[in-house]
Structure formats: C-alpha cells, structure tokens
C-alpha cells in the first residue's frame, strides 16, 4: 500500500541553532581569554539555543499532532532509532572519561610507582617517593599539583543519591504504566515524583560538591582523583539536569493530554 | 501535503531557498560545494607546504608558521572537504538508492550541514588569532596542544565540537533513514552497497566523534580549569591523549576510506556490465573492517611506549585489517574480469583508485609490523602512505563519485575529453608527489619539518613538481563540472549509463526535486 509522504517545510530553525552555537563557542573561548564581551555573548548564545530547541520540538509536536505522523510506522521507528542511536553516542562519550580513569588506576599509576614493568627507571628517576594508592590524596608531584585532603566516602551523599536516581527509575516505570492503562492521575503523580527526585539529586549534588570544595579540599584540578571526579560526575549532573526538564515537557503534555496509550506517541 | 517547486525571487530568494532548505539533494548540493571550496582551501596550504619544501633552506615560511599550515591543512582536508563531501554524496544518493521521498529528519539534515560552515568559520579565524594558529600537528598531542598551546587551540577545540555536533546528528540521521526509509520490498541484504557503507560509515561516526569530543573537551580542562589529564605530575600521562586521541582516529580514516569502497562498488559493475562480484562478502568486508578499526589505535603509537604484549596484540589485529580489505579487492577485480568493459572517466578513476589504493593498503601493512616502525615513525614513509590512502585512496573515489553521478544530478553529461585529461594528469602527478616520499622516508626524513638534508633534495623536487601538476589538474576538474552545472554538456537520459542498475536510475536526470514521494518497486534482482 502506497503512503503519502509529509514533506518537511523550509525551515529557519538549524540556522538560529547554527547562530547559538556560534555565539556560545565563541563568546565561551572569550570569557576563557578574559575579554569583557565573553560572558555576554555566551550567555546570549546559551539562551539562543534553549529558545531555538523549544521552538523546534514545539514544531515538531505540532506537526505530528497535525498530520497524524504517528500512525505512520516510518516516522515512528525512525524516531526510536534515533533516540536509541543518540544515546548511544552519549554511552561512547562517558566512555572515554570512565576509559581514562581505567587507563590511570591500571595503567598509569602503577607505572609511575614503580609496578609495571618491574625496575622502570621512570619511577626511581622522576618521583621516587610516589605510592601508588587510589584514591590518589598525593599526587606524584605534590608541589606542582596538591591532592584533596581526603576523597569522597561512598556512604552517606553518594550512596543515597544512587538510591534516588534508582527509585526515580521505578517511579518513572509506574508513570509509563499509567499511561499505557489510561490512568492518568497515576501517570501525572509518578511522573511528578520523578521529577522531584530528580531535583533531589540536584540538590544533593550541589550539596556534594560543597563539601568537597570547602571540606575536603577536593576540587576539579586535585591531581588524577579529583579530575576524574569532578569531570564524571559534573557531566552526570549536566545530564540529569537536561532530562528533569524533559520529564517536565513530558509531564506538561500529559496534563495537556497529549499521550494515550498507542504504541507510539510524540 | 506536498509543496512547490522552489521558485526563488531574486538575490534574497536564493539565500533563503538554500539556508531554509529542507530538501536532501539541496543539503547534498550545498555539501558537495562546501566541502570542495574548502579542498581547494586545503589544497594550496599543501601547495604552500611543497613550495616551502622544493630545496634545503628556509625559502616561504618561517618554521611556526610552516607548523600551523601543516596542522591546518590536515584538519581543513579530513573535516573540511574529505568529510562533507562524503556526506554530500550520501544525502544525494541515499535516499535516491532506497527509494526514501527524503532523508528520515529533513530539519536536523539542515542542521548537520550549516553548523560545518560556522565552525569552520572559527576554525580559520584562529589562523588570525594572537600567537598564532594552533600548530601541534593535526594530532594535536598534548602536551603540544596543552602546555604549549597558543590561545587559538581554545578556539579549535570549540570548532571541533561544533564538527562533532554535526557529524553525529549527520550519522543519526543516515542511519536512521536506512533502517526506516527503505521501499516496501527492499530488505537490508537487497540495500545498494553504497547505502549499506554509509550505514556502516554512519556507526563508526557516532561511535567516535563523541569520543573525540570527550578527548578535546579534557584538552580545555586541562588548558583552564587546573586538571592534569595529560600531565604526569598530578597523576594523569601525555599518552592517555594519543590512546583516547586514535581511539577516534583509527575508525576516523575508515569512516574516510568506506563511503569511497562504496562508491567503486558501484561504479565498477557498471562498467564491467556485470553485477557484483561476491556482494554479500562485501557486505561482511565492511561490517569487519569497522569492527577492526576499534582495536588498532595503538599502532599509532609503536614508539610512544607500551608493553610488548600489547604491541604484539596491536601489530596483529592491524595485519588482521589486510583480510577483509583484500576480499573487497579481490571482489572488485573478479567484477572486471570477463566483464564488457568500457573506459569512461568514472571507470578510469575507479580502477585508479583499486591500484593506488593497494600500494596505500600494503605500505599500511609494512607500518603494522611493529620492529618495521620504529624504522618508519614519523618519516615521510607515513606521510606518503596515508596520502596514498586519503588522496590516492578517498580523493580519486570521489571524482570516480562525481563523474558517474554528476549527469544525473545536473541532467547533463560533463566533457569526457577533459574528465580523462584531469584523470591521466590527476594519477600520474600524485605518484609523482607521493612515490618518491615512501623513499624519503626509508632515507631517514622526518615529516613536520620545514627543512631538510641535501641528500633528500632531489627527490623532495619531484614531490613539489608533482604537487603543483596535481593542483593544476584539478582546475581542470573545477572547470569542467562548473560547464557542466551550467548545461553546456550532451543531455542526459534518466538511464545515464548503459547497465547502471539501481533505483536512482529509474528517475529522470536532473532528478525532480521530489523523488519517490510514494515508494517504488523494486524489481526482484535488484
């Protein structure tokens, strides 16, 4: 059976994204180089893009709505695939942070104290004193770079804010099936939850970072462990922070009843 | 809900018809231009590396400045033009090979191409930056790159990841209109072969580019925010760099050099009127040699140090690369062989690209061998190898690409007379340029250098000979498709080639603005 095919109207959205990304790279390079307008032009750049990314998903749903693209299994699957794909690319970009931190505990480390391969001179030429002992409070060269005073203990904020993103999964779970079973008051409560909890950790996390600044003496440029740290974390917490606000849209077209329980709904 | 024919009006009409465009085949027209301009950008920083080059002594640049025009010209070649010229073919052909009205995200395929031009906006503007452009080579090892960087590597960075924004909404959205978009009937084995290389191409990009994302984003740490990534002294390695940096790079020549075996796939059956030889062993070739290229970085860095285990594990997996890549040689000889065969420039670059890209292939294995490279690290043996590969290689498939290609976008024929001058002059001068640097480099010369023994003059004279006749053969090429675009040639039948098999032969030339807008049979061999 033949379909017709909705084609896509010129657009001028890429072009106000192309104009964001533009100020943003820039006007963020210029703050790094301490030139008055950089912050300016960044945040402008910032703002551009959040402006342009609601207008464009706002199209897009329009559009669906519309023409009824939905019932069409192409657009569908495309979709799905792309969402899949996408975060794909996010799994390869955590990658590589998680892939340095195995690199220096495995790798690295031991070559700097001496391990591998045995009787390296590097280790008796360059820092001889240097252990190899994770979390890495003393960093091979302390006067260059001075370690934290301590590292994070795993119980207390950390464990607990696993527990919440944790439950916000399952909160979430209970929200999809609400929709699925048309109880929407269940899916708009446990989709609120999830968003709750989301800010939860946010807060929980800003918290966390707190601590390691003022207390602990733990921050972004502390040798190895405080790199490592810092730059998982942060981009975990950047991550969350994007996905609250889409549960928020997604919450916002609920109560506008946009979802039911097709297969497929955008 | 079909629209319009675009009818601009006047000057204002026109830029908003190509900015505004949601059209694949204006998406593809604006990256085959764009990614042109910047090769022939690219193109005279080479002509200004030769020139420096032509005899020992100091004569057109000063050594930093040589520095950044290396640099640049090798990251304008891969990101500029070699990149986007290969997405100019897919957005072309792909949908046009499946039978798809359009790409599966019309808008986001705006995107992808028009972030290219903005960041390389900033890219070259670092050229004009205080200190300097950045001048670590296109590796940009730290800490080249890091402690030693000059203020513009902060501006690359951010270009890189515009690039990297680009490229993977780019591949997101090949992929998925090839999973999604195919016409009823159309099964992924039955999927043209240059679909199925840009289906793999696609993969590897979305698999790498963040990876070198991640890779730059801790190169601006490192430069700003007080981390020691790449610094020994608080615990991080300089070569952490080179793995996550060829962690990206390896898969990145492939993403380079498999849209091309896509592209000679098609176009030497044709030629032979014969199909293709061991279609489905090419298929698996492709897939093979994007899963190798995740677990040979490292031999990239044979002299950087690493255990010999892992040595030997590099140098075999990287030899391992020679078995699937000489299926797919084997397989395009064997398609030749007792094939009516006829010559037409597409052809020609074709079976230039097969031999040329061999010798690029062999001398590949010669550098895997890991006691061979302590030898070849760094000399012009390397440099003459992967231009073999990217220009001889890649370069060669994409004027093949062009040439068969072009009557159906333009709906004529360009002049054969001078597709065969560019191609005779374009395969005689870059053995010129490239032969004699496999001996330079064997000789002992290193690359990245702006001056040289005597004992290496003679034949560096010969690769900036060849390197200004290469140049010049490609005026000839500018000029012929400029003719072409504007009509002058034979007009062109939808057909265009004789035995082209293959849905984008079932439309029209030029192909109709909209294709396929209800899908199209399929008939049964194809």
């Known amino acids: 059976m033949p379909r017709t095919t909705y084609v896509v109207p010129p657009t001028y959205l890429p072009l106000i994204g192309c104009a964001a990304l533009f100020c943003l790279a820039i006007g963020f390079v210029s703050w790094l180089h301490q030139l008055h307008y950089g912050p300016y032009l960044a945040i402008t750049g910032f703002g551009l893009l959040l402006l342009m990314m609601f207008d464009w998903f706002r199209t897009v749903i329009h559009e669906v709505r519309a023409y009824q693209l939905d019932d069409d299994p192409v657009i569908d699957h495309s979709y799905r695939w792309s969402m899949g794909w996408f975060i794909f690319s996010e799994v390869m970009f955590f990658s590589v942070f998680f892939g340095t931190l195995f690199f220096i505990r495995v790798f690295i480390l031991p070559y700097l104290s001496g391990a591998i391969p045995e009787g390296t001179m590097t280790h008796f030429i360059l820092w001889p004193d240097f252990k190899n002992i994770w979390p890495l409070l003393k960093t091979p060269d302390p006067q260059a770079i001075a370690g934290p005073k301590a590292a994070m203990e795993a119980w207390g904020i950390p464990a607990f804010n696993t527990l919440v993103l944790l439950t916000s999964g399952v909160t979430i779970t209970i929200a999809h099936w609400g929709i699925f079973k048309k109880k929407i008051k269940q899916a708009v409560l446990f989709q609120t939850l999830t968003i709750l909890l989301g800010i939860l950790f946010l807060y929980l996390q800003v918290q966390e970072y707190a601590e390691a600044y003022h207390h602990l003496g733990l921050t972004l440029g502390a040798g190895a462990y405080g790199n490592t740290f810092f730059m998982l974390t942060g981009f975990h917490g950047f991550h969350v922070t994007l996905g609250t606000l889409m549960l928020m849209v997604i919450l916002y077209r609920m109560l506008k009843g946009h979802f039911t329980p097709k297969p497929f709904c955008i | ?526």
């Not at chain 2, 033009?81 to 019309?106: E, K, T, V």
């Not at chain 2, 490239?434 to 001996?439: A, E, G, K, N, S």
């Not at chain 2, 064997?442 to 250098?449: D, F, N, S």
Request: aromatic content about 16%.
């Open chain 2, 1 to 526: 809900m079909s629209h319009e024919h675009p009818s601009p009006n006047g000057i204002l009409g026109h830029i908003q018809r190509w900015v505004f465009t949601t059209n694949h085949k204006d998406i593809g027209t604006l990256y085959l231009i764009f990614g042109f301009s910047m090769f022939f950008i690219a193109g005279f920083m080479s002509l200004m590396i030769r020139a420096q080059l032509v005899q020992p002594g100091m004569q057109l640049l000063d050594p930093a400045t040589y520095n950044v025009v290396i640099t640049m010209h090798g990251l304008t070649m891969i990101f500029g033009a070699l990149m986007p010229i290969l997405a100019g073919f897919a957005n072309w052909q792909i949908p046009l090979a499946i039978g798809a009205p359009d790409m599966a995200f019309p808008r986001l395929n705006n995107w992808s191409f028009w972030l290219l031009p903005f960041a390389f906006t900033i890219a070259m503007s670092t050229l004009f930056v205080e200190g300097g452009g950045p001048n670590a080579g296109w590796t940009l090892y730290a800490p080249l790159s890091t402690n030693y960087g000059p203020p513009s590597m902060d501006y690359l960075i951010v270009s890189i990841h515009m690039l990297g924004i680009s490229s993977i909404l780019a591949a997101i959205n090949i992929i998925a209109t090839l999973l999604n978009c195919r016409t009823p009937g159309m099964s992924l084995m039955k999927m043209p072969i240059f679909a199925w290389s840009w289906m793999v191409t696609a993969f590897l990009l979305i698999a790498v580019m963040p990876v070198l994302a991640g890779t730059v984003t801790m190169m601006l740490t490192d430069r700003h925010f007080g981390t020691s990534f790449f610094n020994v002294a608080g615990g991080g390695d300089p070569l952490l760099f080179q793995h996550l940096f060829w962690f990206f790079g390896h898969p990145e020549v492939y993403i380079l050099i498999l849209p091309a075996f896509g592209i000679i796939s098609e176009i030497v059956p044709t030629f032979s009127r014969k199909p293709l030889f061991g279609r489905t062993s090419m298929i698996y070739a492709i897939i093979c040699i994007a899963v190798l290229s995740f677990v040979v970085w490292a031999h990239h860095m044979f002299t950087a140090g690493m255990l010999l285990s892992t040595m030997i594990f590099f140098m075999y997996t990287t030899m391992l690369v020679s078995v699937p890549t000489g299926i797919k040689v084997f397989n395009w000889v064997a398609t030749m062989y007792k094939g009516a065969l006829t010559f037409e420039t597409p052809m020609l670059f074709a079976i230039g690209f097969i031999s040329m890209f061999t010798l690029g292939g062999l001398t590949g294995l010669m550098l895997a061998i890991a006691p061979a490279d302590f030898q070849y690290q760094d000399t012009y043996f390397v440099v003459g190898h992967f231009h073999y590969a990217l220009v001889a290689g890649t370069l060669l498939s994409m004027f093949a690409g062009i040439y068969y290609w072009v009557p159906k976008w333009t709906g004529y024929y360009y002049s054969e007379r001078l597709g065969k001058l560019h191609f005779w002059l374009s395969l005689i001068s870059v053995n010129i340029t490239f032969m004699p640097m496999h001996f330079l480099g064997l000789a002992g010369m290193p690359r990245r250098i702006p001056d040289y023994g005597l004992q290496f003059a003679d034949f560096n004279a010969w690769c900036t000979l060849g390197a200004f006749m290469f140049g010049f053969a490609q005026l000839i090429f500018a000029y012929n498709m400029i003719q072409t675009m504007r009509g002058k040639g034979q007009k062109a039948s939808g057909q265009v080639w004789e035995a082209a098999q293959g849905l984008e032969w079932s439309v029209e030339s030029p192909a109709p603005y909209h294709t396929f807008t209800t899908p199209p049979q399929i008939k049964s061999e194809t």
